[in-house]
């Protein structure tokens, strides 16, 4: 039964909807607003809304006192190169777990979930010192490889559900058509599962690119990547605001946009096989 | 060439013993026919041949060839999947090339060999569409296409006609057998449909919980079933079976007989079985009777050719032919 909605009860929803996102969206609003105004207006009381003067000094000063694009290209580096190395461990993995599945697969996926329930901190000092063993504190490397192992329970995760999604059969016909396990996986079950794929990648991009405990533990200078950018910014000495909202905004910024223009892709990844 | 031998194969999953170990032969150019009710095995056989399910036990030579350990892809065999299994996100055209594209032919053969299956196949006007895009009949021919380019050693069907319509079986039910009768290549074909093995069959093999209950011509099975099982599985409508006395007095624990082995009269006859007539069912060509009360079975149903009027209540009597009439043991073994 198709449910009907009366036209006020749609605008009522409407104002609703509208009110939880404007809600949700406002830290994140007044954070950009905020990097608009002079440290004095920041702090106004009552605070500003609009009506302030806009200035772009903030921005100057924070680009001045620090190397963004630096922290940038970290940034990006880190949260690429450990998506695309989780995925590239996670495909074979949920590939045999959705299509050769043992006894003990279950067992096994329930595991890698619950390393995501031990609280980081509880790592830290382990994972601290075979970091300085290797050399790899402050290095993109070690950072890239901390996180992908972070995120790869996830990554398995999410490929499982999609994977499971596949008809055996049509990996069996790949098989009888003289497909070997790389051509198998390469020109049918990936492009049948890129939707899946997709919004894998986007959504692990997005959990690297945040990710702030380990980033901020392991690097100093070398390797740290716009979340480490940011907490410069939150300094002992005296409460900048504005300069800390420009930072953040700066450091949001690229994340927001592809979230923005992947909000289709990553809203079907994340409710998929919810819905059937 | 295409020459199947199982010796001994058999196959457990876990502590479940699904096919106990036996052997098997499907000669060259032979239209094989595994048939049984659901569960009995018949398509775990199949994938057994195909090399998708790993054997517990025996071998299985292709063309004298030992292929027990081999992968699917190297014994040569195409395969057509109930579900039909082509790749969704690629054209016909590109669904028919790639075992060819796999083999590593190059452009212009993969070209001239799909053109000449689509033709053959009236999908020439299809090639550009995706499968999303078809019929069921037209997705079944594609999927059909895509295993003959590869001029394989034998084909492999899984229920091939179970998801298309009446009218559609029928008519891709010969498509394939003549099909067969062009290329003389080897065919294993598994149904649960008894028309099916009759109509399309060189050679029928009866399954049941993994075991052949019989294996031969269509004829063999009709005429000599081996048991009571291939007698009831063969044959539409089902053979009567009739217990005790009838049976005694013709020396076995059971008979069986057709039901066009069964005269149907409306005045009493001497030695017949008399009846009150259930459902008549009025095919225009045919008229299948299923008679109550006659005391030696729930149900004898009768073929009478042509219409005959007989309605629901008719006192009737069943006269039926000695000659063919089936004789079986306690243990529901043919006596011959």
Known sequence: ?276 | MGRIVLEQVAKRFGDAEVIPALDLEIEDGEFAVFVGPSGCGKSTLLRLIAGLEDVSGGRILIDGADATQMAPARRGLAMVFQSYALYPHMTVRKNIAFPLRMAGLDKAEIERRVQSAAAALNLTDYLDRRPGQLSGGQRQRVAIGRAIVREPAAFLFDEPLSNLDAALRVGMRLEISELHKRLRTTMIYVTHDQVEAMTMADKIVVLQAGRIEQAGSPLELYRAPRNRFVAGFIGSPRMNFIEGEEAGRRGAFAIGVRPEDIALSREPAPGAWEGVVGVAEHLGSDTFVHVHETGLAETITVRVSGETPCAHGDRVWLTPREDAIHRFDAQGLRIA
């Open chain 1, 1 to 276: 039964m198709a449910r009907e909605h009366s036209p006020r009860r749609k605008a009522l929803l409407t104002v609703a909807a509208w009110t939880a996102g404007l809600l949700i969206f406002f830290p994140i609003l007044w954070t950009i607003l905020t990097s608009f105004k002079t440290e004095a207006q920041a702090i106004a009381d009552p605070p500003l809304f609009l009506n302030f003067d806009w200035t772009l000094e903030n921005y100057a000063a924070v680009q001045e006192r620090s190397d963004y694009m630096r922290f940038l290209w970290n940034s990006i580096v880190i949260s690429g190169a450990s998506t695309l190395l989780g995925v590239l461990i996670a495909v074979p993995a949920a590939w045999s777990m959705a299509f050769v599945p043992s006894k003990r697969t279950k067992d096994i996926l329930l595991w890698m979930l619950s390393t995501k329930m031990l609280p980081a901190v509880g790592v830290l000092y382990p994972i601290y010192l075979i970091f300085i063993e290797l050399g790899l504190l402050d290095t993109r490397a070690g950072l890239t490889v901390v996180i992908m192992l972070i995120n790869l329970p996830i990554i398995v995760w999410m490929l499982y559900t999609y994977f499971r999604e596949i008809p055996v059969d049509i990996l069996e016909a790949a098989r009888m058509d003289g497909a070997d396990l790389r051509a198998e996986i390469l020109y049918v079950l990936a492009p049948m599962a890129l939707p899946g794929i997709a919004s894998t990648v986007l959504l692990n991009v997005i959990l690297a690119w945040n990710e702030a405990f380990w980033t901020l533990n392991l690097t100093a200078a070398n390797a740290a990547p716009l979340t480490a950018f940011i907490a410069s910014y939150s300094s002992p000495e005296g409460l900048f605001y504005a300069k800390l909202s420009a930072a953040s905004t700066m450091a949001i910024a690229p994340i927001l946009i592809l979230g923005w223009f992947s909000q289709k892709q990553l809203v079907r990844g994340l409710t998929f096989g919810a819905v059937k």
